[in-house]
């Protein structure tokens, strides 16, 4: 079994950044992919960034790309999220994903571990 504890959420202006952690315990998740996702208030999860176990070819959903960035410590067990000039439009909860598979997939449904999600505001 494998958990997953997302921190860094917060409060921050617009223009501002933030940098999430995804810390995994219960197994190595060395050799799978790892996601970010994101749900806003009455709308559906989005995927937003995703990382193979070697950290190459990451992948970014078009409204993060050239402002978000993913990164994997696999020594630490750990993926981050740095978000840098944030939006009002990015403020939801952000949720680390894990899959069984080295795939990196904008999909939900192929990932197969979750946490429970960690909340950033961007005021305006």
């Known amino acids: 079994q494998v958990q997953l504890v997302e921190s860094g959420g917060g409060l921050v202006q617009a223009g501002g950044s933030l940098r999430l952690s995804c810390a995994a315990s219960g197994r190595t998740l060395m050799s799978n992919a790892m996601g970010w996702f994101r749900q806003a208030p009455g709308k559906e999860r989005e995927f937003v960034a995703g990382i193979s176990w070697s950290g190459g070819t990451p992948k970014y959903a078009d409204s993060v790309l050239g402002r978000f960035t993913i990164s994997r410590d696999n020594a630490k067990n750990t993926v981050y999220l740095q978000m840098n000039t944030l939006k009002p439009e990015d403020t939801a909860v952000y949720y680390c994903?894990?899959?069984?598979?080295?795939?990196?997939?904008?999909?939900?449904?192929?990932?197969?571990?979750w946490g429970r999600g960690t909340q950033v505001t961007v005021s305006s």
């Open positions: 994903a894990a899959s069984v598979l080295n795939i990196v997939s904008a999909s939900s449904i192929t990932y197969n571990y």
